[in-house]
């Protein structure tokens, strides 16, 4: 059983949509006891990370996700939450992830809004993923390049696409709206073992 | 680098795809659920689904089409049409959809846009903005094109950007429907004009039309050419690419 984590932040039918096309039974839930026994965790979002980490905080959600230890897998806001600070809001998260989240400067369109190259994508969770795949991204801010990155993007500056640490793997791309290549990404995190 | 985005329109009207020209003369064109997966697997990058009868009838958005839909597509997904207050955008997000596009609601209340960015986030909010010139001024549009407002087109874009619109779906009325090209000085005004993505719609009508939009706007948008299998999806993305311009 997968466990899609609903804490009010975004749109999680199109992520349980996604692993049911893949033939996945998954759950959506806010239940602490649920996630818990699940075999993976995906951890979604859309929005502003103020109000999101405040949900969090007041279900008790945050110390569940942390002391995961199944594959947990944080899509787009959700990754940015699994960092150690974020800019938007300036709000601590769950420090999961060293890498800090700022937000795009510069002669460019906000939010970075469209399909981009995966560069370098390294694991697990980019087995059969090829270099410059193109991936479905929509975001104001960012993760900076760390240590945890696992692959990465440009959009005017280098970007974390992805992080891994340990059972955490984040992605700022949605891998349940990137067709056939975000289909692959989320089938070998189903793959991975709990 | 980030690619240009080709976007079918689908316009739905009693739960069938149909396009007009010129907003009227409705001809059908198939089953939305259908044309959606198809666009899908040719490599559509996104898709947007606009229930046009739905502001003039007050008919609420057909909620289980998207629920379809969303559950046959694996790429982002705007829906848009009698979206009149905050509770309708949560039931469409909740339905499947990535993107709500709202256009009259947003004229009647420009606050209904800063609820929306508040609570969802600017990437899941579209303005819809439906302009044409009236003695020499771009103006806002709404109702599907039946009503005009003292709106300007450009004013009303940056106020729509301030309040927390991700992007704009910008159609030219003038060059809905006639296949003779993309409205290159509308979208121009709008491109210089604010920072957010924009979706140049109206007038596609061939592969040129898209190579000459795509220096400026962010994605174009299309419906009958696409529907009626006048330009393929592939030929086209082949073709753009071919020419240097990003392409997924």
Redesign the interface.
Known sequence: MIAIIDYGAGNVKSVYNALNRLGAESLITSDSEQIKGAHKVIFPGVGHAKPAMEKLQRSGLDEVIKNLKQPVLGICLGMQLMCSHSNEGDVSGLGIFTERVRKFEGQIKIPHMGWNELIDPKGSLFEGITEGSNVYFVHSYFVEMGSQTSAKCEYLIPFSASLRERNFFGVQFHPEKSGEIGSKILSNFLNMNS | ?????IIPCLDIKDGRTVKGVNFVNLRDAGDPVELAKAY?TEGA?ELVFLDITATVDKRKTLIELVERI??EI????TVGGGISELEDVGDL??????KVSVNSAAVKKPELLSEIA???????LVLGLDANKVHGEWKVFTRGGRTETKLNAIEWAKEAEERGA??ILLTSMRKDGTKSGFDVELTEAITTET???IIASGGAGKIEDFTEIFTMA??ALAASIFHFGEIPIPQLKTKLRQQNIPI?
Do not use: T, V, W
């Open positions: 680098m980030l690619k240009k985005r899908s990058d969303s559950e694996n790429i982002p997904f997000l909740k339905a499947g959809a990535d508040d609570l969802y986030g600017n990437q899941c991700g992007e920072k957010i993505p962010d994605a997924r």
